[in-house]
């Protein structure tokens, strides 16, 4: 880019964007510089004043709009209204240009009146300016766009400011209804839909702002026009939009209003009454769009429907029901809001209990009614052999009916909501199918507490043979696994063999099978006390897994449920059980071993076994052993001759230190023999792999021994000695943060665990280790992964500010020797942290504003006057635009940072990371 930008300069970068071709990357890129330099304000004025050409105004006509966004704040106040008068004048200058000039230039207008607090007199002004006809356009663009950027997040200001302006707009529009009334006149007696479609457009928007000058809407010939807008299929979505904001214009949402709700009352009934044919006729607008009016008019009178029984507006659940009669999916749909809303008032009434209100009959007709039209919306259309897709219309439909299930079915007794489904099933395979969803949908809410009789399901999963249904079969594995709540209850469990049999037939079809293992994992989880005679089937299909078409996560499903089976068998059975299951993988892993293979798919497998291996407490024979003790003793002993035999090997190691991992997790204080081997090899596989889980590995270690039987020296060393070459890698340039965040992640949280559990006499003596690790996690700042990056700033906080945050143990003092350490290295690497703690809070999220204000008010705690400074000069809150943060804000952030406020710092270091994100 030229040293000072032109308007010549700026127009061969229109040009040349229009042109586009190999360039256009270059040139875009180009445009983004020029836009943030202060020149741009002046040329973009002058460009469109000259009007240059029409490339030319249009590019200045958005950089206008954008500069007054993003970079109001770098104009001098007294510009201010200079500004307002040339966007007027440049406004009457293209009003007759193209759409993207005079809408930007628009747009930029009300932007302006929303950020200049000064500016008044706005409406009688733009009034003034755009009086004449040929400006008449303008005008209603201009009051379209006012009250959208007062809500527009992207113009940076306060809550206060835009409740200011809407209690100035909403008690001096009058000019403005009145304006829109006289349009609207002319554009009715013209039959001019598309000025109808604007003028409708401008309504909804001024009704958001509300306010006294609102008031009597309904009366109006507006509200009429509207009305008639929702007969026609043009005007039918946005004359919803504006009965919606109408019907709760006055408080913002929060009490309807009551004149209009009296009068949409008097004039639905008549409406519904002529458009039941829109509401059953497909790609109609008109029909979805009124539904979902009278859904929001139905909503604002949940209230009396149950607070008033004896005078409850009935003829309201009459309207709705009336309206999902038969309707399209997309009108029924439209009026869920409805139904969700009148379920959860009466959830608030019963506490979750069927309902039995004075209105509760007609309430219950009303959902009846409504569940047989969602059960008739879900029905397919498919063919024997096609399967229901994720992009398809149905999927979608089934998605929403499932949310509106699930929160309104506990006003039914259960036993009647399954025996209706269940009343369903038939030889039409289609109906079915849709009772089969329906019953998986409310698996949760119904299966298990249901004492009507499922045995037609389980007879019709036994009875679907080769030639069935794909998506019949598809279904009935996804409800067979959720039978097991049913099954678990009473003398279900006669039907466990039949179920079981489905699932083990469907895993042996390819397009079934992942689904089948799924459905597998569930059955055991939900049924595993009467799973325990599966055992040998289950080892059959662990020795099958093979075979089968199965990804890696199903084949996981599969040793899950086997594990499931093996920790609910007989306590006497549970050892023998576990040698069995890990058996066929630790065979496979020294079989690829013999061969000089990789084993990690067996590692896999065995982690997994361990990972779901959790016993309850009456399944252990002896509190000196563990149920799954022998097998671990036999998988830890192949995993140590396997990390000998593969120990530069990344991919092997990783997978053996996750196979470690869960035999800790799993056996926890019974892991401690195990754990002894394995300590000294740590540090040796590290060296050779640099694989992070070595260090992960550790961090479990120091968790796990801590409580349970201390710290001895051989882990210290570990710890230490894995941090050391650590920080010497990263200082060698061999590793880097943004090349190997998953080291950094696990190195701190090694830091974590050795500073939340090595005793404190032990670790305070250690200062030496924290001066190397203070530098090293300021330098580990730049990384930019997000795990990485909350592990480290955890870490960094929980040094700086002890006993402030939660994961310091509260036994965990800092010693004088370790407060030395601190305010040494504050003077030399305090600024170089402010700096980067800054850059995280002007790049990252807010999660992680906590830990930089911690940190931040620690190092303030030791030397409040340097701290300051450092955040007054660094370079990441400078780059900031004036306009992403507000000045208020920051203000709140140095002031906080001055007196030591560590509330108001959290909270202002939260608020700046949003505005920013924002």
Request: net charge negative; hydrophobic share 45%.
């Amino acid at each position: 880019m030229e040293a000072e930008p032109t308007v010549d300069y700026f127009l061969s970068l229109c040009e040349a964007f229009k042109q586009g071709g190999e360039q256009a990357v270059d040139i875009s890129r180009a445009l983004e510089e020029f836009r943030e330099t202060p020149k741009a304000w002046e040329i973009a004025n002058t460009v469109l004043a000259d009007c240059a050409s029409v490339d030319g105004c249009a590019q200045a006509a958005l950089l206008m709009r954008w500069k007054i966004l993003h970079h109001f704040f770098e104009l001098p106040v007294d510009w201010h209204a200079s500004l307002a008068e040339s966007l007027v004048g440049l406004v009457q200058t293209h009003a007759q240009s193209g759409n993207v000039i005079l809408k930007q230039l628009i747009l930029a207008l009300a932007d302006l009146a929303v950020y200049l607090s000064s500016w008044s007199t706005v409406l009688e002004d733009v009034y003034s300016a755009f009086e004449a006809p040929e400006y008449s356009h303008c005008l209603l663009e201009f009051l379209t766009a006012l009250p959208e950027e007062i809500a527009n997040k992207q113009v940076k200001v306060k809550s206060y400011r835009r409740a200011d302006l809407d209690k100035h707009f909403g008690e001096s529009a009058g000019v403005v209804y009145q304006k829109l009334e006289e349009w609207i006149q002319v554009a009715r007696d013209a039959g001019d839909t598309a000025m109808m479609n604007k003028l409708l457009k401008c309504t909804a928007a001024w009704l958001v702002i509300g306010g006294p000058a609102s008031a009597g809407f309904e009366e109006s010939i507006l509200f009429h026009q509207t009305v008639e807008g929702l007969k026609d299929e043009e005007l039918a979505q946005v004359a919803s939009e504006v009965i919606e904001e109408a019907i709760y214009t006055e408080t913002h949402g929060c009490e309807p209003q009551v004149a209009v709700l009296a009068h949409l009352e008097s004039i639905l009934p008549e409406l519904v009454n002529g458009m039941k044919a829109l509401f059953q006729a497909e790609d109609d607008v008109r029909g979805p769009r009124f539904a979902r009016v009278a859904a929001q008019f139905s909503n604002a009178r949940v209230h009396d429907l149950l607070e008033n029984p004896p005078h409850a507006p009935t003829g309201i659940l009459d309207m709705m029901s009336e309206i999902v009669n038969d309707a399209t999916s997309e009108t029924v749909a439209a009026t869920f809001t409805f139904w969700f809303t009148l379920a959860d008032e009466v959830y608030n009434m019963t506490n979750g209990m069927p309902l039995e209100a004075p209105c509760g009959p007609h309430i219950l007709q009303a959902f009846y009614n409504l569940y047989q039209q969602l059960f008739r919306i879900c029905m397919l259309s498919l063919e024997p052999q096609q399967l229901i897709e994720p992009e398809d219309t149905e999927y979608e439909t089934r998605g929403d009916v499932k949310e509106l299930l699930l929160d309104t079915c506990f006003m039914f007794p259960i036993d009647t909501i399954v025996e209706m489904l269940v009343g369903c099933f038939s030889d039409n395979w289609l109906m079915t199918e849709n009772a089969m969803f329906m019953l998986f949908t409310l698996r949760n809410n119904s299966l298990k507490r249901c004492s009507a009789s499922l045995d037609p399901v389980v007879a019709t999963l036994g009875a679907l043979g080769d030639d069935c249904p794909a998506q019949l079969r598809f279904t009935g594995i996804q409800l067979a696994g959720e039978l097991g709540l049913w099954l678990n209850e009473g003398d279900h469990v006669q039907h466990l063999a039949t179920v079981f049999q489905f699932l083990l037939q469907c895993l042996q079809i390819p397009t079934m099978a992942a689904r089948a293992a799924r459905s597998v994992y569930t059955l055991a989880r939900n049924c595993a006390a009467h799973m325990g005679d599966y055992f040998d089937v289950m080892m059959q299909v662990v020795a099958a897994i093979p075979t089968l078409h199965l990804e890696k996560e199903d084949a996981l499903d599969i040793v899950g449920a086997t594990v499931h089976v093996v920790t609910h068998s007989e306590a006497a059975d549970i050892p023998g059980r576990m040698n069995e299951v890990v058996k066929p993988f630790l065979d496979q892993a020294k079989e690829l071993c013999a061969q000089q293979s990789e084993p990690v798919v067996p590692l896999t497998m065995l982690g997994e076994v361990f990972k779901r291996a959790n016993f309850l407490p009456e399944k252990f024979l002896s509190a000196e052993s563990h149920p799954g003790q022998a097998a671990a003793e036999e998988v830890w002993q192949l995993v140590l001759e396997i990390m000998n035999s593969f120990h530069t090997n990344t991919t092997v190691i990783e997978a053996c230190n996750n196979c470690v991992k869960w035999i800790i997790r799993s056996l926890e204080a019974y892991s401690i023999p195990l754990v002894e081997s394995i300590v000294p090899v740590l540090r040796d596989l590290f060296d050779a792999t640099r694989e992070s889980s070595c260090i992960y590995l550790t961090a479990i270690v120091v968790e796990l021994l801590r409580p349970l039987a201390g710290i001895d020296d051989a882990v210290f060393d570990l710890g230490h000695s894995m941090s050391t070459v650590v920080i010497d890698l990263f200082s060698a340039g061999e590793l880097t943060p943004h090349n190997n965040p998953d080291i950094v992640e696990d190195f701190f949280r090694l830091q974590i665990e050795l500073f939340g559990t090595v005793p404190a006499h032990v670790f305070n003596t250690d200062v030496n280790m924290l001066s190397q690790v203070l530098p090293f996690a300021t330098f580990c700042l730049q990384v930019r992964e997000d795990k990485a990056l909350e592990m480290l700033l955890a870490y960094v906080a929980t040094i700086w500010a002890a006993q402030n945050k939660g994961v310091l143990p509260k036994h965990i003092e800092l010693s004088a020797a370790m407060e030395q350490v601190l305010v040494a290295y504050l003077p030399e690497y305090g600024e170089e942290l402010t700096n980067a703690l800054l850059l995280i809070m002007s790049e990252c999220g807010s999660h992680l504003a906590r830990d930089v204000a911690d940190t931040l008010y620690a190092m303030g705690q030791l030397d409040a006057a340097s701290v300051y400074a450092w955040a007054q000069a660094a370079p990441a809150l400078q780059s900031i635009p004036q306009n992403r943060v507000s000045p208020e804000v920051m203000e709140d952030f140095f002031k906080a940072l001055q007196v030591s406020d560590v509330e108001s710092l959290r909270h202002s270091t939260k608020a700046i990371i949003r505005m920013i994100r924002d």
